[in-house]
């Protein structure tokens, strides 16, 4: 007997189409996850191990990022970043605020442009319950279809 006259699919069909849609998932993940982190390695480095608050400096040899944070710290309260570019000007600036040691949520925020190459910021810093906790402010640097990033690592205290 045939099984498609009975409407039923040969197992394979449906295997197959079970591993075709595994693949579409897996694609799409990784997809989203690139495009949520950047394109690749950034070329700016030395920002992410200074005291953020006296202001840290990232750079590629030939251009700087400069930001800096007003003000101490703390979950629950809005930070209020200063960015500063030199050397280039790219189309969109953002901020996007992460847990360096614990996932949380997306927090990505557009920065104001206040004069050539500089901006400024005040964004929300979700709280986290454990205490002190590191944060990652990775500033995405658009340029047509490239983004780079440079990484400022900070400490928050809990309320």
Not at 33 to 61: H, K, M, Y
Not at 108 to 120: E, K, Q, S
Request: glycine content about 12%; proline content about 8%; aromatic content about 8%.
């Amino acid at each position: 007997m045939n099984p498609t006259a009975t409407g039923k699919r040969p197992p394979l069909a449906l295997w197959l189409g079970l591993a075709l849609a595994a693949l579409v998932l897996i694609v799409t993940a990784q997809l989203a996850t690139r495009w949520l982190e950047g394109d690749g390695s950034s070329p700016f480095q030395g920002g992410d191990n200074c005291p953020l608050t006296q202001g840290c400096v990232a750079s590629d040899g030939a251009r700087r990022v400069e930001l800096r944070l007003d003000g101490a710290p703390q979950g629950g309260e809005p930070l209020r970043f200063s960015l500063q570019l030199h050397g280039f000007s790219p189309d969109q600036v953002a901020l996007d605020l992460q847990g360096v040691e614990m996932f949380m949520g997306h927090n990505r925020y557009p920065l104001t442009p206040v004069v050539d190459g500089a901006y400024r910021a005040e964004l929300p810093l979700p709280v986290c319950s454990g205490g002190r906790m590191q944060w990652r402010a990775r500033v995405l640097l658009q340029q047509g279809e490239r983004t780079e990033w440079a990484d400022f690592n900070f400490w928050a205290e809990a309320p």
